[in-house]
């Protein structure tokens, strides 16, 4: 079941709100950005169901459920900063959803293509190398927690930069595992080029050494602009010898070692070496895009009024104030329906009921949340004046309030952030919130 725009699905912890589908596609189900019941944006991990996963991809749906579910659990269950949060698990209609904070940057293989384009040079020394200690410190913190979790696919990919919190965070744990003594590689696991020797020997051990090597890999693209070549301790840094020094090469050649016994045992050790290097004093930055995870033309600059120029606009180009977005959140009366959030995307909004004979067609149609038509056709209108907003009440057969105050038919009342506006029975909520102060959620939301 593929989600489209402004479906609504409801979980464990509350309803979701289907902004679009993010990611290239995958066989396996989708992600999406959504907005929770309070606006908040996430994201939301699909697991299609059984039929599609066996039929059309091939794979046990067992195996297939188990790792989503391994996922789900390592998420919900340990609360690290430098790990994506999850919030939702549940299962709708035989598929899986797991949904998860938004983090509002770029992954660094996003910021190393962009590197590469820009200058045609990759990461320096100065700035991997801050970038290896904090990776080696949360893989370190995951192999601690209980059951003594192994990550097994770090890559640049797999590594977020967020912009809000100005640090790294560690995403996708589907192939994640607990530890098991004497536990061997049953499937070819990881990413080719990463991935060490023993992920793809059935009969090796996998120990705390094997995520060591992927984060010697990661960090070996990071320098070169390259991926590490297959099962291979790297010798060659691709025309960067001269800007790696030898003790920071050395480090990332012990990490790559084919035999585990001559690598770094923990990530704590190769840690240890990393911070004993110059760069290691370097405060950890990274230029990446921020992204407004809300509707451009919803947007406007709360200090001038003007319209943000793209979605990486958060804060406007003429004045520099926050950019902010405008929400009519609905509340049904029916406590069992979940709310749901109209995004403004002209100054001026008729608000009302279509009607198909009469041909109107209200900018704001409330039709689907007013199923006993108490909202007139043309009820009302929201209009947008620079930074200020105005509501006018257009003759409805049933009243008007703004915060429980009656508005006169025809009359034209100025309305702020959290105002109360009930259309007939009807309650809404009035949001201008600066686009970047909800991306950010608790554990218990």
């Not at 989600?3 to 409801?10: G, M, Q, S, Y």
């Not at 061997?184 to 009969?203: D, H, I, Q, R, W």
């Not at 004045?319 to 069992?336: F, M, Q, S, T, Y």
Request: hydrophobic content about 35%; aromatic content about 8%.
């Amino acid at each position: 079941m593929k989600l489209n725009e402004n479906d609504k699905i409801i979980g464990n912890k509350g309803s979701y709100q289907i902004q679009a589908q993010i990611g290239s596609e995958s066989t396996f189900g989708y992600i999406y950005k959504a907005l929770n019941d309070k606006g908040i944006p996430v994201v939301i991990k699909q697991l299609l169901g059984s039929t599609h996963i066996t039929q059309q991809v091939g794979m046990d749906y067992n195996y297939a459920k188990l790792t989503f579910e391994r996922e789900a659990n390592i998420l919900l269950e340990h609360n690290n900063p430098q790990i994506v949060k999850a919030y939702d698990y549940f299962e709708k209609e035989k598929d899986l959803f797991l949904v998860m904070e938004f983090i509002n940057g770029e992954d660094l293989d996003q910021v190393l293509i962009k590197k590469l384009n820009e200058s045609g040079m990759p990461f320096s020394e100065e700035e991997a190398v801050p970038i290896g200690i904090e990776i080696c410190k949360v893989i370190h913190s995951i192999h601690q927690l209980p059951g003594q979790i192994l990550f097994r696919d770090m890559k640049p990919r797999n590594i977020m930069w967020d912009a809000n919190t100005q640090s790294i965070k560690i995403i996708d744990f589907g192939t994640a595992r607990f530890m098991e003594k004497g536990k061997n590689a049953t499937v070819a696991l990881g990413t080719e080029g990463y991935s060490p020797p023993e992920f793809y020997n059935k009969t090796e051990q996998l120990s705390f050494s094997s995520d060591v090597y992927t984060i010697g890999a990661t960090l070996y693209e990071l320098i070169t602009g390259c991926v590490p070549d297959r099962m291979r301790t790297p010798d060659n840094f691709y025309g960067q010898d001269n800007n790696i020094s030898k003790d920071f090469k050395l480090i990332i050649q012990r990490a790559m070692q084919q035999r585990q016994s001559d690598r770094y045992q923990t990530a704590e050790a190769m840690a240890n070496d990393l911070c004993l290097l110059p760069s290691a004093k370097n405060v950890l930055k990274i230029q990446a895009n921020i992204k407004n995870p809300y509707p451009n033309l919803s947007c406007f600059c709360i200090n001038c009024g003007a319209q943000p120029k793209n979605e990486q606009s958060i804060y406007c180009t003429q004045c520099g104030k926050e950019i902010h977005v405008i929400i009519l959140r609905i509340i049904p009366a029916n406590k069992n329906l979940p709310q749901m959030d109209l995004f403004l995307d002209k100054t001026e909004n008729i608000i009302g009921r279509s009607d198909i004979e009469e041909e109107i067609f209200p900018d704001i149609d409330l039709s689907r949340y007013d199923p006993e038509c108490y909202v007139s056709r043309k009820h009302s209108i929201l209009k947008r004046e620079k930074v200020k907003f105005f509501l006018t009440s257009l003759k409805p057969t049933n009243k008007t309030k703004i915060n429980g105050i009656v508005l006169p038919h025809l009359k034209t009342t100025e309305i702020k952030h959290n105002d109360i506006i009930m259309l007939a029975n009807l309650t809404v909520m009035f949001i201008t919130q600066a686009v970047l102060s909800s991306t950010t959620m608790s554990n218990n939301v």
